[in-house]
């Protein structure tokens, strides 16, 4: 199976679709979100979808209804606009990897086998884990580290593959893994291995960056009353959804009326939510889902 969709009920109740509506997926997947939007729409809905892996093209849906963008999200409104579109009705975003990606050894992002140090998404794009690993700075792999890993011993991290890479080129995720190991937390070797390769797979992908520049054009896109549905997979994610829904903005002052209010862009609709025990025992990889809803809100 390509990918196993996460918190799929709640994430399409937070859309609130309309039979008739516009819907953007822009992280297509393996369909799985998509294919249910298409249940609930009827001839005249559009679903519009993104994916930046080609991979993902080979899993496309047959349904007139349905056009697919082989582009990053970061375009979202650019594409838009070149469809014809002007506003849409709701927006789902299911931020990461899929488990495709993840099972796929040649693709170098999963700590379970021996790849290529590649982890690009979007195979067309140069930057890859091996070059950042061979060529960053020193102090920029530990910055890495210490921003997207949240890793305590970024800075012996960042030395050791310093001290190895001046040995020989580091080009597989088995040699960076057996050389991180050693320094790594015996009793949390699992968790903080994984975290050296999420931080390696943020940076090569820009992913907080992409993450950043989607969530700014959503106001834009979205109609009055539509929905923005986001399922985020660790902190660094899910903090620039809660900011974004709760200042319209990731720094500086919030724009306030004449009274004090805050101009928002978007309101938030309900709380946060978290995949239930049963969802988490029949497919691991929703763990550590967080799923946040706003709904577009006129400013005057
Ligand atoms: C967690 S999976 C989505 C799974 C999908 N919801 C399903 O149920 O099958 C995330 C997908 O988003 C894509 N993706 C991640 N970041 C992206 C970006 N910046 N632009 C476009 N696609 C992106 C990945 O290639 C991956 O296929």
Do not use: W
Request: proline share 3%.
């Amino acid at each position: 199976m390509y990918h196993k969709p996460v918190l799929l009920e709640m994430s399409i109740e937070g859309l609130a679709i309309k039979s008739d509506g516009i819907y953007v997926d822009v992280t297509y997947g393996g369909g799985g979100h998509s294919r249910e939007i298409l249940k609930k729409l009827s001839n005249k809905g559009k679903l519009i979808v993104f994916d930046h892996d080609f991979d993902a093209i080979s899993n496309k849906l047959n349904d007139d209804r349905m056009t697919f963008i082989s582009s990053n999200f970061k375009y979202l409104n650019r594409f838009l606009r070149l469809n014809n579109i002007d506003s849409v009705d709701g927006i789902l975003a299911d931020f990461g990897v899929s488990s495709h990606q993840f099972d796929s050894k040649d693709r170098g992002f999963s700590t379970r086998f021996d790849g290529p140090l590649d982890m690009r998404m979007d195979k067309s794009q140069d930057l890859s884990a091996a070059d950042i690993i061979n060529n960053y700075l020193i102090e920029d792999l530990f910055k890495l580290f210490k921003n997207y890993g949240e890793l305590r011993n970024s800075k012996q991290l960042a030395e050791v593959i310093g001290v190895h890479r001046s040995i020989a080129p580091i080009l597989s995720t088995g040699t960076l893994k057996n050389i991180v190991q050693k320094i790594l937390p015996q009793k949390y070797l699992n968790k903080t291995l994984a975290q050296v390769f999420q931080a390696l797979r943020i940076e090569v992908n820009k992913e907080l960056d992409a993450i950043k520049d989607f969530l700014r054009q959503t106001p834009i896109s979205l109609s009055p009353g539509g929905r923005l549905v986001c399922i985020s997979y660790h902190s660094l994610e899910d903090r620039l959804v809660k900011r974004f829904i709760r200042d319209g903005k990731f720094e500086g002052e919030v724009k306030k009326d004449f009274y004090g209010n805050k101009k928002l862009p978007l309101k938030k609709v309900g709380g946060l939510q978290t995949p239930s025990e049963e969802e988490i025992i029949n497919n691991i990889r929703s763990r550590s889902a967080k799923l946040r809803v706003a709904e577009r809100v006129i400013i005057n």
